[in-house]
């Protein structure tokens, strides 16, 4: 798995599709037992090269219940991106993760991650990907959050932008949250 690791944050692949020098940001072992899937490192992610290291992550642990200290135990969690690498600024936040990352390099990734027991989707890219049942929109795939169960449960994204979609839909944090909450503490 080190080795994997280090093959991937070696990875140029998508080098002249980036605003910025590659540099692919995840957090994986074997032994992980969360799998939490997101979109691609924001800015700030990709100058610390630490994953969720920004206001949505901090907003991702207070949803999970969890602390910086177990989040960031690779042997609990895994935190990997649809795309490894800052996709750059487009006109209403960040551009969409590259395609790339996900095709060359997820499914390895997970065949070498056998113990992982929930796999936490954030976003539309990361639903779409994997949910062969998404509902017309993020919002009635995040309400049908049950279907997906126990093996994913996908969220929005825990970005500030998201306010107003959290709102405007107060059974989230009212109905998936202590859900959420519940499951995450069984691999703590």
Same mark, same amino acid.
């Given at each position: ?6 093959? +991937?944050? #070696? ?14 940001? *995840? ?7 969360? /799998? +939490?899937?997101? &979109? ?12 969720? $290291? $920004? ?6 642990? !207070? ?15 895994? *935190? ?13 936040? =960040? ?11 997820? =499914?390895? *990734? *997970?065949?070498?991650? !056998?113990?992982?027991?929930?796999? +936490?989707?954030?976003? &539309?890219? @990361?639903? &779409? ?5 998404? !509902?017309?929109?993020?919002? @009635?795939?995040?309400? @049908?959050?049950?279907?997906? /169960? ?8 825990? #970005? ?5 979609? /959290? ?7 009212? $109905? ?9 503490? !069984?691999?703590?």
């Amino acid at each position: 798995m080190k080795k994997l690791i280090n093959e +991937i944050k #070696s990875c140029t692949t998508c080098t002249t599709h980036l605003p910025h020098s590659p540099r692919p940001v *995840l957090q994986a072992s074997s032994k992980s037992k969360l /799998l +939490i899937i997101g &979109q691609a490192p924001g800015r700030k992610v990709h100058e610390t090269g630490i994953p969720w $290291d $920004d206001p949505s992550g901090k907003q991702l642990r !207070k949803w999970l219940g969890m602390s910086n200290e177990t989040f960031y135990n690779p042997n609990i969690v895994a *935190l990997i991106p649809m795309g490894f690498c800052y996709p750059g600024k487009g006109k209403s936040g =960040d551009l969409p993760p590259r395609p790339e990352c996900a095709a060359h390099w997820h =499914d390895t *990734l *997970l065949n070498k991650m !056998k113990q992982v027991e929930l796999t +936490i989707l954030i976003g &539309q890219y @990361a639903q &779409q990907h994997y949910l062969s049942n998404t !509902k017309e929109n993020l919002t @009635a795939t995040v309400k @049908a959050y049950k279907e997906y /169960l126990p093996y994913y449960l996908p969220l929005p994204h825990p #970005s500030p932008r998201n306010r107003f979609w /959290l709102s405007k839909n107060p059974w989230f944090e009212e $109905d998936v949250i202590p859900i959420l909450q519940q499951t995450v503490r !069984k691999f703590l």
